[in-house]
């Protein structure tokens, strides 16, 4: 009677414990559906804006990473200023429209290029600043008129630029500077010199 019960304890356990084949569907279940959100496929990245065709290079402020592009008739006079504005006041002055007209001719001479423009308008604040710092930097600078611009062109030493600058006939300043952390020329004008960084 005893090993009676015992088979029948077995046999209730074993029919919890272990599931009934008959009731397990042996086909696949379904792939699970997306969303409607996440099956909709990604938009594309909008497209780069187009090159004007008469644009003859990319203006680049250094410090602010801002830029715009320089055509026959751009950027804006507002528009140049706001781009090389004072970096520690935010104030801007117009730039002499000479000093954009060089950049026209050297970016002329070697099709769309960037030219990044190290120095623009300096508030009277920002010149003092540098001028305790470097000794190069003049008290009554051209920079602090609009009058003034410091720049490279991607691809060309400072020495080449000097010479490009002076080969147009420049009447005004003129400075190279070749240091690693410099490497640009300076254009002003001002009246007519020359001079090297030091």
């Given at each position: ?15 919890v ?7 397990i ?34 203006l680049?402020n250094?410090?602010t ?22 970096r ?43 001028r ?25 030493t400072?020495?080449e ?19 690693a ?18």
């Amino acid at each position: 009677m005893g090993t009676t019960r015992a088979l029948a304890s077995l046999g209730a356990l074993a029919a919890v414990c272990v599931p009934s084949y008959a009731t397990i569907d042996p086909r696949p279940s379904p792939p699970a559906t997306l969303s409607a959100s996440a099956s909709a496929a990604a938009p594309p990245p909008p497209p780069a804006p187009e090159v004007p065709a008469d644009a003859l290079a990319r203006l680049v402020n250094i410090h602010t990473g801002e830029s715009a592009l320089l055509g026959p008739t751009t950027p804006t006079p507002e528009r140049m200023a706001a781009l090389v504005a004072d970096r520690i006041t935010g104030e801007a002055r117009p730039i002499a429209p000479r000093l954009l007209d060089v950049l026209r001719a050297l970016a002329k001479k070697r099709g769309f290029v960037r030219i990044e423009l190290v120095s623009g308008y300096r508030s009277q604040k920002l010149n003092e600043q540098l001028r305790k710092k470097e000794h190069r930097v003049a008290s009554h600078s051209q920079h602090s008129l609009g009058h003034a611009l410091d720049f490279r062109v991607e691809g060309m030493t400072p020495k080449e630029m000097r010479k490009e600058v002076e080969a147009l006939g420049w009447k005004g300043g003129i400075g190279q500077y070749d240091k690693a952390e410099d490497r640009f020329v300076h254009v002003d004008v001002g009246p007519d010199r020359r001079w090297r960084g030091k």
